[in-house]
Nanobody, 116 residues
Framework: QLHVVESGGGLVQPGGSLRLSCTTS????????IGWFRQAPGKEREGIAY????????EYADSMEGRFTISRDNAKRSVDLQMDSLKPEDTAVYYC?????????WGQGTQVTVSS
């Protein structure tokens, strides 16, 4: 079976940092475009950042660049999302997506809660 798995979520205080990781099982993510998304309660899912498979081109959604950094970790075979200076409004379920042509896989999400 093919799976996308997110990890690294949790509770963090405002101003703190978290690093999320996205890994896959059943397929290699090397050629896939990996994207990080989030969905806050009562809101639509929104894109944060994307990294392509072949040339590792990176794109950030508007307003996301600066506090969020996406990167591939070839040693861990993961795509990570470093989140800094977190704010309460960053509280959401964070999802990883792997996409290649007609193949489109989503993880179950990891909860990030920013609260004092």
């Amino acid at each position: 079976q093919l799976h996308v798995v997110e990890s690294g979520g949790g509770l963090v205080q405002p101003g703190g940092s978290l690093r999320l990781s996205c890994t896959t099982s059943g397929f290699t993510m090397d050629y896939y475009t990996i994207g990080w998304f989030r969905q806050a309660p009562g809101k639509e899912r929104e894109g944060i950042a994307y990294i392509s498979g072949r040339d590792e081109r990176i794109e950030y959604a508007d307003s996301m660049e600066g506090r969020f950094t996406i990167s591939r970790d070839n040693a861990k075979r993961s795509v990570d999302l470093q989140m800094d200076s977190l704010k309460p409004e960053d509280t959401a379920v964070y999802y990883c997506n792997a996409r290649l042509y007609n193949y489109d896989y989503w993880g179950q999400g990891t909860q990030v809660t920013v609260s004092s």
